[in-house]
């Protein structure tokens, strides 16, 4: 199985669509808590999912449930937290909500876990992504 991973940010449509075109992605899991931000600019849910379909001939599905709680999320971002202390909260958060028993395997291979940050180094999507490898073990990972 192959899992991708993609940001949108400080990158254009032409880039973004490209990649996951070249990649051959057959869909595009949302794991953001918020997807209607007027920050997103094409990559708005209900835009994304349009462009996705008409560019590329991928789905779009949005799973919450791989996002990170609204207070987790403002304590690293508004409030200045670690990425440490960020990342070791988002690991208890996904064994908690056991997420890895929330979607069949099948249907995240293929697929490519979106969210904002541009690269994965300190972004959840990394963590989705690693978390779910170590729990079904057969998972290639990359990060576009």
């Given at each position: 199985m192959r899992l991708f991973t993609i940001g949108f940010t400080k990158t254009t449509a032409e880039s973004f669509f490209g990649r996951l075109?070249?990649?051959?992605v057959k869909r595009v899991v949302d794991v953001r808590l918020n997807n209607v931000s007027q920050l997103s600019g094409f990559a708005k849910k209900e835009d994304l999912r349009y462009f996705l379909r008409e560019i590329c001939g991928i789905e779009y599905s949005h799973q919450p449930l791989f996002a990170p709680t609204q207070e987790l999320l403002d304590s690293y971002k508004k409030h200045g937290g670690e990425w440490a202390d960020y990342e070791k909260r988002f690991l208890e958060l996904m064994r908690d909500r056991r997420?890895?028993?929330a979607v069949i395997p099948e249907v995240l291979d293929g697929a490519c876990l979106l969210c904002s940050?541009?690269?994965p180094h300190h972004c959840h999507r990394r963590l989705v992504a690693e978390y779910l490898k170590q729990k079904w073990g057969d998972l290639e990972l990359a990060h576009l």
């Open positions: 075109r070249k990649a051959g997420i890895e028993e940050e541009d690269k």
